[in-house]
């Protein structure tokens, strides 16, 4: 069994930066794509980037192009995302989540952290 635990989010303003990570146990993680979703309050869940194993190739949505960083540490088993240039749309609460049969199919799924991002 794979367990997921998001940590690292809170409130920040707009413009701001904050990083948040995604630690498994378990099963190591190491051989299969990851990928950040988030849920906005009312709205349903979307997608946000995706990272390989190797290369660690990255996907983005359009909304945080330019502004999100996903990456991996595959020793810590954790996957990060970093955001910068934050806006109030970006509040959410974030959930990382593990794809072990590489067909887009996410099978893991961690408890999400919560991101606030005042104006």
């Known amino acids: 069994q794979v367990r997921l635990v998001e940590s690292g989010g809170g409130l920040v303003q707009a413009g701001g930066s904050l990083t948040i990570s995604c630690a498994a146990s378990g099963r190591t993680f190491g051989n299969y794509p990851m990928a950040w979703f988030r849920q906005a309050p009312g709205k349903e869940r979307e997608f946000v980037a995706r990272?390989?194993?190797?290369?660690?190739?990255?996907a983005y949505a359009d909304s945080v192009k330019g502004r999100f960083t996903i990456s991996r540490d595959n020793a810590k088993n954790t996957v990060y995302l970093q955001m910068n240039s934050l806006k109030p749309e970006d509040t959410a609460v974030y959930y990382c989540?593990?794809?072990?049969?590489?067909?887009?199919?996410?099978?893991?799924w961690g408890q999400g952290t919560q991101v606030t991002v005042s104006s």
């Open positions: 990272i390989y194993w190797y290369p660690a190739n990255t």
């Open positions: 989540a593990g794809d072990p049969t590489e067909t887009y199919n996410y099978e893991y």
